[in-house]
C-alpha cells in the first residue's frame, strides 16, 4: 500500500500541473493557500467552541462533511444565544 501513496503526488504531476502554464499553476497555489486558511479558521473555531470536548487532532481527523456539519451546528447556537430568529429557509 505504501507504494500506492508514492504515486499520487506523480499522478497529480502528470495529470494535471504538466498541462498547465506558469500562471495556471501560481493559481492554483494561490487558491490552495487560501483553502488552508478556510480549515484552519473552522478547526479553530471547533476546538474553541466545543469547550474540549474536541482535541485539535481530533478536529483535524475530522472528515469534510463533519467539519461542515459542526460549522453548521455551532452557527445556528450562536445565533440562537445572539436572539436571532431570523428563519433564513
Known amino acids: 500500500m505504501g507504494g500506492c501513496n508514492r504515486l499520487q503526488p506523480r499522478k497529480f504531476f502528470y ?12 493559481q492554483m497555489i494561490q487558491d490552495m493557500g487560501k483553502i488552508e ?19 485539535w487532532n481530533e478536529a483535524w481527523s475530522l472528515s469534510y462533511s ?16 445572539s436572539g436571532d430568529t431570523t428563519e433564513y429557509m
Open 15 to 26: 495529470g494535471v500541473l504538466v498541462n498547465y502554464g506558469p500562471t495556471e499553476i501560481a
Open 37 to 55: 486558511e478556510a480549515i484552519h479558521s473552522q478547526i479553530t473555531d471547533i476546538c474553541y467552541y466545543m469547550r474540549g470536548g474536541i482535541t
Open 66 to 81: 463533519d467539519r461542515e456539519k459542526l460549522i453548521t451546528s455551532i452557527g445556528k447556537k450562536l445565533k440562537a444565544a
